[in-house]
């Protein structure tokens, strides 16, 4: 398979404090479900928004699809087929629900076409709540509806990669199992993708690969089955 | 009557602060920057338009367009040549470089232009309208007319472009807007250029009825200030509103107390506001 996502020695920094991510390396082939967990301060958040070019600055070489993404200007990177869901989803608050939709298809570059219309609906199936919601802003929509919205509107750029970051945090258990549904019909569908998930032993029960980072560092990774029965994962994220 | 005709005034000219306010709030909006400079692109605009006038026998109220073009185009080179660089330095950097840039160009323009003050004759000047015992300034409505209809093109600009939604995006969640494949630069280009190029054409819609020297934006700037912080500070509707209280307001203050008392009234007023709804009369939406 080739790999879709290379991320090759990648360090980086806030200013001059010790550094986030030490030397990371990690892959991801076409249409893989790849997951990244660990602790808090663990650097996941950090390693997503380098890859997207929000984050601080990086040394390393990050390659999508063969290209060298950090000469890519950060918002030229959606047009290549990343869609980044940020941790907190940040959808835009004073905007209706088709609105921010129709962000993602602005982005895209085609004028609100017959793409764009297609992928809508395909949208709207995935999350029929955000149809019932259309013209309702995204500010008032609930903590669940705020992130099949951020989803959504990722899904609205039609991306090969589509990196979450924390979709289930403050979300109740219902609504959690719900996305995480979700998240493999959109993986059926064909796109790539980058999750980072505090809630481990759902994060590895959907993904095909992990990796386990700690300290900024990559300590572990392997097949998901196995790091779920992998005692020093066991020990570490899932409380057992 | 007197008061009817009082409102009457207060609306005509309160509408274009309004719309010369807008920018300062669009600017506020998508980029957090208090543009002290604000008042000095009005004048600009003024002059542009007193030029095209003097020089091309153009009326202001179609001068207003080249005033809105020429400002435009700088005030996009402005932003990215200087306010670019201190987006994210500490706010008291930027009071200095737009409060330097107010110097700047007023300085400018009196070295340019002289100090005179410059007027043009248009064949409407002192004419009005009659309506029952009220008396319609021509040259007051037709600036009237021009800036709620810039206003409202910049409005549908915002509301209903696929580049306004991306710039009201920028001003909602600028990280959120750059994963969307957004450039932020770009947008805020744009935003600093239509805000100053807005009070530029409500600077020349203004000429027939005022005077242009280069120190005319300090005159505004206060109004400007207050219009949009009555309104709601980021707010596009608000800042029309809140225009159109300050024009009221004064005309209104001045059947009652001399002339000189009636920037007194419209500060009462305006900490009255402050203290009661200091979120402004509009609640913020967008941009």
């Known amino acids: ?156 750029l039609e991306p090969r990669l589509l990196i979450l970051d924390e979709p289930s945090l403050g979300l109740a258990p219902m609504i959690v199992e719900e996305l995480h549904d979700r998240l493999v019909e959109i993986h059926r569908r064909g796109v790539a993708i980058l999750l980072v998930e505090q809630n481990v032993s759902l994060a590895l029960s959907v993904a095909s690969r992990g990796y386990v980072l700690q300290s900024g560092s990559i300590v572990l990774e392997g097949p998901a089955g196995e790091l779920l029965r992998d005692d020093r994962v066991r020990e570490a994220y899932l409380g057992i | 009557m007197q008061l009817l005709q009082a409102l009457v ?143 409202a093109a910049v409005w549908a600009f915002l509301e209903r472009t696929a580049v306004g939604r991306a710039m009201r995006a920028t001003a909602q969640d600028p990280m959120a807007a750059t994963l969307m494949g957004i450039d932020t630069q770009r947008m805020h280009r744009l935003a600093f250029g239509v805000g100053v190029g807005l009070t530029a054409f409500g600077g020349a819609v203004i000429l027939p009825y005022l005077t242009v020297s280069p120190t005319v934006g300090s005159h505004y700037v206060v109004l400007m200030f207050t219009a949009v912080v009555l309104g709601g500070l980021g707010s596009v509707a608000g800042a029309v509103v809140g225009g159109i209280a300050v024009g009221v307001i004064q005309s209104v203050s001045a059947l009652v107390f001399p002339i000189q008392l009636q920037n007194l009234v419209l500060f009462v007023v305006f900490i009255l506001v402050l203290a009661l709804r200091p979120d402004g009369i509009v609640r913020r939406r967008g941009a």
Not at chain 1, 43 to 59: F, N
Request: hydrophobic content about 55%; overall charge positive.
């Open chain 1, 1 to 156: 398979m080739t790999a879709l996502l290379e991320v090759a020695r990648l360090s980086a920094r806030y200013g001059r404090g010790a550094p986030v991510l030490h030397e990371v390396a990690l892959e991801l082939g076409q249409g893989e479900f790849v997951t990244v967990i660990g602790a808090n301060t663990a650097g996941k958040s950090t390693l997503l928004r380098a890859i997207s070019g929000v984050g601080p600055a990086v040394e390393g070489s990050i390659r999508f699809d063969g290209r060298e993404l950090t000469a890519v200007a950060p918002h030229a990177r959606p047009k290549l087929g990343i869609a980044h869901v940020p941790e907190g989803r940040h959808v835009f608050p004073e905007m209706s629900v088709e609105e921010n939709l129709a962000i993602g298809a602005h982005a895209r570059g085609g004028a609100p076409g017959g793409g764009a219309a297609a992928r809508l609906e395909a949208i709207f199936e995935l999350f029929p709540r955000l149809r019932e919601r259309r013209r309702q802003f995204g500010g008032t929509l609930s903590g669940g509806e705020q992130q099949m919205l951020a989803i959504g509107r990722g899904l609205m």
């Open chain 2, 9 to 151: 005034d207060g609306l005509l000219i309160g509408g274009v602060y309004g719309v010369v306010s807008i920018g300062l709030s669009l600017v506020f909006g998508v980029m957090n920057i208090v543009n002290f400079a604000h008042a000095a692109f009005l004048m600009l605009g003024m002059f542009v338009a007193w030029f095209a006038w003097a020089f091309l026998g153009l009326d202001p109220l179609l001068g207003a367009f080249l005033s809105f073009v020429l400002v435009f185009a700088f005030g996009c080179a402005v932003q990215q040549v200087l306010v670019r660089p201190i987006l994210a330095a500490p706010q008291v950097a930027q009071i200095f470089l737009t409060v330097g840039l107010l110097i700047v160009l007023e300085n400018a323009a009196l070295m340019a232009f002289g100090a005179d003050f410059r007027s043009v004759q248009t064949p409407y000047q002192t004419s009005a309208f009659r309506l029952g015992g009220i008396i319609v300034s021509k040259p007051y409505l037709y600036a009237f007319a021009m800036a709620l209809l810039s206003g």
